[in-house]
């Protein structure tokens, strides 16, 4: 009984010793799935090509990436050239109505901005794309948009940086 219960004890730890050396991906709390040979990230200013722009918004998107990246990985950002490595533009930043009155006047407004992300894998190319990733905040049509412009923009930004890092790091 005794050396049955010392096997199981031996057996169990083998088997996690395997696992955790067998491990070539690095899994934290963030989701994130990381080559452990990955070191560096690169993420390029954003570029605003869209007919409607708001200045601020290039900058946001950049540096809401950034700190996606600083707070959820343990990779050092560097200027270009990063094992990991963004680049792309803001293609549309656009207000339509989404929902109208009886008499035909909007009630609601959508604020939507759309970026092009090329991602760029040294480490594990199958893992590059050239996507286009959407998000929007809808609003009160009674107001002006840069009235609420600067409460729906991070938002927005918050949301498409989820969405690039899980696009890019999430790879299960």
Same mark, same amino acid.
């Given at each position: 009984m005794r050396i049955a219960g010392l096997i199981n004890r031996i057996l169990c730890a083998v088997s996690a010793s395997v696992l955790i050396a067998g491990c070539t991906v690095k899994y934290s709390f963030?989701?994130?799935?990381?080559?452990?040979?990955?070191?560096?990230?690169?993420?390029q200013q954003f570029e605003n090509v869209s007919t409607?722009?708001?200045?601020?918004?290039?900058?946001?998107?950049?540096?809401?990436?950034?700190?996606?990246?600083?707070?959820?990985?343990?990779?050092?950002?560097?200027?270009?050239?990063?094992?990991?490595?963004?680049?792309? #533009? @803001?293609?549309?930043?656009? +207000?339509?109505?989404?929902?109208?009155?009886?008499?035909?006047?909007?009630?609601?407004?959508?604020l939507t901005v759309t970026v092009r992300v090329r991602f760029t894998n040294r480490i594990e190319p199958q893992y590059d794309f050239d996507r286009t990733f959407s998000a929007y905040e809808d609003y009160d049509a009674m107001k002006l948009m840069q009235?609420?412009?600067?409460?729906?923009?991070? #938002? @927005?930004?918050?949301?498409? +940086?989820?969405?690039i890092f899980n696009a890019a790091v999430s790879n299960w």
């Open positions: 963030s989701g994130a799935s990381i080559s452990p040979e990955a070191k560096t990230v690169s993420i409607m722009v708001a200045p601020i918004l290039a900058t946001q998107l950049t540096e809401g990436l950034q700190d996606k990246f600083s707070r959820g990985t343990r990779l050092m950002q560097v200027r270009e050239d990063g094992d990991l490595a963004f680049e792309g #533009e @803001i293609t549309n930043y656009v +207000s339509n109505p989404i929902s109208v009155s009886g008499n035909e006047y909007a009630t609601q407004n959508r009235e609420v412009e600067s409460t729906l923009l991070p #938002e @927005i930004v918050e949301k498409l +940086s989820e969405d």
